[in-house]
């Protein structure tokens, strides 16, 4: 396998300066490096590799939802390394992703943990509230798309596969 692209040490060194929570998440020829900060701004590096192309890297930003952002949006590297820093967008052009996503379990989801999180704590406010039955227990990661986030009442199953912080919340 080739080295680590480039734009994702340079993504994680600039999260760690500017006091992001990291995690990585790597598997044969994929990286996914993701930066979180309490209030709901994220990050997103995603980096493929294939024989004849080389390592495709893509980057992703979400504000926070004080700032009414809802969707993740695809943005250049400068952008990226910029919002890293400010946590807001400059001028460079953007790539709004809210109707483009590979999520096919046509269920309930949120663009990232933290405010699936809070979905998942206002849900379980609202059962003990009303004395409903089971509620939902945790959040999950789609299996289709990673900028989406479930719900789910079942156990967790299996080992998990993030190495780093757990995002702030």
Not at 66 to 89: K, Q
Not at 145 to 161: L, N, P
Request: glycine residues 8%; positive net charge.
């Amino acid at each position: 396998m080739p080295a680590q692209p480039e734009a994702v040490n340079v993504a994680s060194e600039l999260m760690a300066r500017h006091g992001w929570e990291i995690a990585c998440h790597t598997s044969a020829g994929e990286i996914r490096l993701e930066g979180a900060r309490r209030g709901g701004a994220a990050v997103m590096v995603t980096a493929r590799h294939s024989d004849t192309k080389g390592w495709r890297v893509r980057h992703y930003v979400i504000g926070s939802v004080s700032d009414g952002w809802i969707e993740w949006a695809r943005v250049r590297r400068d952008a990226m390394e910029s919002f890293i820093a400010t946590e807001r967008l400059d001028g460079s052009p953007v790539r709004w992703l809210g109707t483009q996503t590979k999520c096919r379990c046509r269920k309930v989801s949120e663009p990232t943990e933290w405010r699936a999180l809070q979905r998942l704590a206002t849900v379980q406010l609202r059962r003990l509230a009303t004395r409903g039955v089971e509620s939902e227990r945790r959040v999950y990661r789609c299996p289709d798309d990673a900028r989406r986030w479930h719900m789910t009442s079942q156990e967790r199953r299996g080992a998990d596969t993030w190495n780093g912080a757990q995002m702030s919340l």
